[in-house]
């Protein structure tokens, strides 16, 4: 099983670290990862003056699957969008066809009281979001800033999608809802936006196909209150990649900590791309502080969609239940009486639940 491994910048070179232990942990017994690191974002801009060397893309096209930690540094702000940081990421998304990106929401039972919500509205939150990452105004064309005819600078993003584009991630999220709860709800804005009136229909047509998937659509500004005001009526969720880029956010709150949240992203085949949710926080980089179970849980999912080895994928996520179980805590998840850990400190306690194949005592 050939992996790349792209750190990235800031807490993702902590995060990717922890999750590569994970991995390692894992090989023997008929298991071995071949896996070769690379350099993607800043540390891309900064070697070779591209936030996707060639050579990373190369390597990614030639894997079965890769695993990130992030992209983006602070420099950002002051860089065009296009050669920012983060849109080496949002390039390797697009040249490997990875459309469709799981982004589940689970709250474990232990991080109950770790979210702001009142635990009555969370417990038992446990959502799928998929977010299409292959177009929208993420890739719509034309944009840029430019100076208009009254000679006033403006800034053009287009919304747009295509239906195939639409098709193909309706299609995933009625198979994702067949597999889970069945019930598939599809968020647009077809009230102002013509790009979303074409997703709602091609959304319903498709549905027609899934009989035994009850399909429902909410405006984005409803849906970002019904996540909080009701999450458990959700099952799956699919939407375009802006609302499913600012969705999966707000509902990272669901789970406790945006540090819980991991994603896959996959296109035609098992290749996949399986990084954390969350970004680089570089307010807290380098100091050995941030959560890696976003990253660690995102190896889950590489084990399950790109391997097909659900046993193990299984296996690590009850490793990191377990862990949580006894009580360790990392920042973002904190509360009195657990055992506050550091990064790697979790990834350990992770790796030795693994290893030894038995849970931790619980302390919290
Ligand atoms: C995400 C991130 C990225 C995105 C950034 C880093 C480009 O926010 O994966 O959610 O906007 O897709
Ligand atoms: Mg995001």
Not at 104 to 114: I, K, M, Q, R
Not at 222 to 231: E, K, T
Not at 280 to 304: K, Q, W, Y
């Amino acid at each position: 099983m050939k992996i790349a491994v792209l750190p990235g910048d800031g807490i993702g070179k902590e995060v990717t670290a922890e999750a590569v232990k994970v991995l390692r942990s894992l090989a023997g017994a008929g298991l071995a990862f071949e896996m070769t690191e690379a350099i993607i974002g800043d540390e891309g801009i900064q070697t070779v003056g591209d936030a996707l060397p060639a050579k990373t893309l190369e390597l990614c096209r030639a894997v079965d699957a890769i695993l990130l930690g992030g992209t983006g540094v602070p420099a950002d702000e002051h860089r065009p969008p296009s050669e920012g940081a983060g849109n080496g990421l949002l390039r390797l998304r697009r040249a490997l066809s990875l459309y469709a990106n799981f982004r589940p929401v689970l709250l474990y039972p232990e991080l109950l009281d770790a979210s702001t919500l009142k635990p009555e509205v969370v417990e038992g939150v446990d959502m799928l979001i998929l977010r299409e990452l292959n177009g929208d105004l993420y890739f719509g064309e034309p944009r840029g800033i430019s100076v208009n005819a009254a000679g006033e600078r403006e800034g053009i993003n287009t919304m747009r999608y295509t239906e195939s584009e639409i098709d193909r991630i309706a299609h995933v999220g009625f198979k994702a809802a067949q597999k889970r709860g069945r019930k598939l709800c599809s968020v647009d804005k077809s009230n102002v936006l013509e790009t979303m009136m074409l997703w709602r229909e091609v959304v319903t047509r498709v549905g027609k196909d899934y009989t035994d998937v009850e399909l429902t659509h909410l405006y984005v500004d409803a849906a970002s209150m019904a996540l909080i005001r009701n999450p458990r009526q959700f099952d799956v969720i699919v939407t375009g990649n802006v609302f499913g880029d600012i969705l999966s956010d707000a509902a990272a709150m669901l789970a406790g900590s945006i540090g819980m949240l991991p994603s896959a992203s996959l296109g035609v085949g098992n290749k996949g791309l399986y990084e954390p949710v969350h970004g680089t926080a570089p307010d807290i980089a380098g100091r050995n502080i941030a959560n890696p179970l976003a990253a660690i849980l995102s190896v889950a999912l590489m084990l399950r969609y790109s391997f097909s080895l659900e046993n193990e994928a299984a296996r690590v996520e009850a490793a990191v239940r377990s862990v949580l179980a006894a009580g360790y805590r990392t920042a973002d998840i904190m509360r009195p009486g657990c055992r506050r850990v550091s990064t790697s400190e979790m990834g350990d306690a992770v790796v030795a639940v693994l290893v030894a194949g038995s849970s931790r005592q619980a302390v919290c």
